[in-house]
């Protein structure tokens, strides 16, 4: 099967500085990756379309310059959270379209960020 | 506005016994549907999807059931185990274009 890894799984970090959190697609390739977060008990929510040798696709409301995303390779996306504050603690979730295996996505496991 | 809306915030059903999830759209551009399981502090993992074309679609366990005059679906569970006890999304996509727009889920408990 199509396996997504993130990491870390978790990560506790002081306000004003900066996250990095990485999704990989371990045994296929995946030209687009997509980044989401997830508050308690709400729905996820896209944050950005990740494009592998492109700039990403930001959703409305999203700070391109906070949420930073690097698709540098066909297996790899990073998404950083800049100067991070308590109100970006969240879920991050990101998932993977497998090619040709169009509209399914697989998803990572998620990291928990959690801005003190 | 949420266009992809699950009305029932949790569901228990008896072991052995159906499990039936709602979904309803508002967007009739919607093509493709989708349906993930998720468990707390993990991603979400593909379950079974539908395209508009069809009314029905059957994995295993699993039925997914397309209404498009409603604009609903749901997931039939059948029959259900204690393993099936998680957050259930149902999300929808449009024309082709790869961005899922979510429910609010479902968490269906599973009594033995």
């Known amino acids: 099967g199509a396996v997504v890894s993130q990491h870390p799984s978790r990560v506790i970090c002081k306000s004003g500085t900066s996250v990095k959190i990485e999704c990989r697609s371990l045994d296929f390739q995946a030209t687009t990756m997509f980044w989401y977060r997830q508050f308690p008990k709400q729905s996820l929510m896209l944050m950005a379309t990740?494009?592998?040798?492109?700039?990403?696709?930001?959703e409305q409301g999203v700070e391109k310059d906070k949420f930073l995303i690097n698709h540098a390779s066909l297996t790899l996306s990073t998404l950083t959270v800049t100067s991070a504050h308590p109100e970006d603690s969240s879920f991050y979730i990101c998932?993977?379209?497998?090619?040709?295996?169009?509209?399914?996505?697989?998803f990572g496991p998620g990291t928990r960020l959690t801005v003190l | 506005d949420q266009q992809v809306k699950q009305n029932s915030p949790s569901l228990s059903v008896q072991e052995g016994r159906i499990s039936i999830l709602n979904c309803d759209y508002t967007?009739?551009?919607?093509?493709?549907f989708l349906w993930y399981k998720k468990y707390p502090a993990e991603g979400p993992t593909f379950l079974i999807s539908i395209s508009s074309i069809k009314d029905k679609n059957e994995d295993g366990r699993f039925t997914v059931f397309l209404n498009k005059s409603a604009k609903h679906l749901s997931l039939h569970i059948v029959p259900s185990q204690p393993g099936d006890s998680a957050v259930y999304f149902c999300a929808a996509s449009l024309g082709g274009n790869e961005k899922l727009t979510f429910g609010t889920g479902t968490r269906l408990t599973i009594i033995p």
């Open positions: 967007n009739s551009m919607f093509d493709y």
């Open positions: 990740s494009n592998e040798g492109s700039k990403a696709t930001y």
């Open positions: 998932s993977a379209r497998r090619e040709g295996y169009t509209d399914t996505q697989y």
